[in-house]
């Protein structure tokens, strides 16, 4: 049944021009300021209870609900997990914005470029080259990827819209109180080991999964050999196995107005350019038809059996 959920919640968010999973996710920011408002003293235990009330009890509450209706009225079950898959995804929106940069790019708008990236990722562009927008906007892809699709579709098979829920709204907290908290801030220590502990299988499975539907040994040299380099490790895998896969060159220093933000440099092969924006959100997409077809093969090898 999850692959058919999973078809449908797809289909929905690819065909339904709605501003449902817009309006979703402001008010998921709301609530979340209003948690760091209330709760925010500095503590790592008040984090941890206001992740509880911001994503684990709307995940508990998700997974009762679909539950009550798979045991009472089997087809309304069906209805909300395919509802909530579908307002926990979001890679379209993401893949809107690296169509508009790419575009941007290619037409030399620079300007354009840099205010698309600044809308999808917050932070100075003013300093940015053509190569680096592309840069980031790359890394963007692949973190909305996994974030905004693929790690949502992999906790929804194991768990169902808990999964799906729990996994989206620790992601979308976590990013909000880091925009808005200092990092310094110890309110966020707990936090910060959740989502890495949510991340950790998934990140893995996805990497390879790169692999498999892209350069497989550009992919496995960059995971073993450069995702430690990387600030946050699963992020690190995530990327070096992404940017191996397709062959770019991503990471390295981001030009600021007045200095520069040194990073690990990931992948391999040529520098980033509007064509590997959209070899980006073509592995991703791969990667989900692959994780079809295996979801389906289970459910042929079942009915077999």
């Known amino acids: 049944m999850s692959l058919l959920i999973l078809i449908a919640a797809l289909a929905i968010e690819e065909y339904w021009a709605s501003n449902q999973p817009k309006r979703l996710q402001r008010l998921i920011e709301r609530y979340a300021d209003w948690l760091a408002q209330h709760f925010n003293g500095g503590q790592p235990y008040q984090g941890l209870l206001a992740w509880g009330l911001g994503a684990l009890l709307p995940a ?7 539950g009550l209706l798979w045991w009472g009225l089997g087809l309304l079950g069906w209805l909300w997990a395919a509802l909530v898959l579908y ?69 929804f098979v194991l768990f169902g819209p808990f999964g799906a829920v729990l996994f989206r709204l620790t992601h979308s907290l976590h990013e909000y109180w880091h925009a808005q908290i200092p990092e310094r801030d110890q309110f966020l220590g707990h936090v910060d080991r959740l989502k890495s502990l949510l991340d950790w299988l998934p990140v893995r499975v996805i990497a390879f999964s790169f692999a498999i539907a ?92």
């Open 60 to 66: 508990i509450g998700a997974g009762v609900i679909g």
């Open 87 to 155: 307002l926990c995804f979001g890679f379209k929106t993401a893949r809107g914005h690296l169509n508009k940069i790419a575009l941007a790019l290619r037409a030399g708008e620079l300007e354009a470029a840099r205010d698309e990236l600044k809308r999808w990722r917050p932070g100075s562009v003013e300093a940015l080259g053509a190569d680096d927008v592309a840069r980031l906007a790359l890394e963007e892809a692949l973190r909305a990827g996994f974030s905004r699709l693929l790690g949502v579709a992999f906790w």
């Open 214 to 305: 892209g350069n497989f040994q550009g992919a496995m040299e960059c995971w073993r050999n450069q995702a430690w380099q990387w600030r946050e490790r699963n992020e690190g895998v995530l990327l070096a196995a992404g940017a191996g896969a397709i062959g770019v060159k991503i990471g390295g220093a981001v030009p600021l107005p007045n200095a520069s933000l040194e990073r690990a440099e990931l992948g391999t092969g040529h520098e980033a350019d509007p064509e590997y924006l959209e070899g980006a959100a073509a592995l991703i997409w791969r990667v989900t038809l692959f994780w079809l077809a295996i979801l389906f093969l289970l459910k042929l090898g079942e009915l077999a059996a």
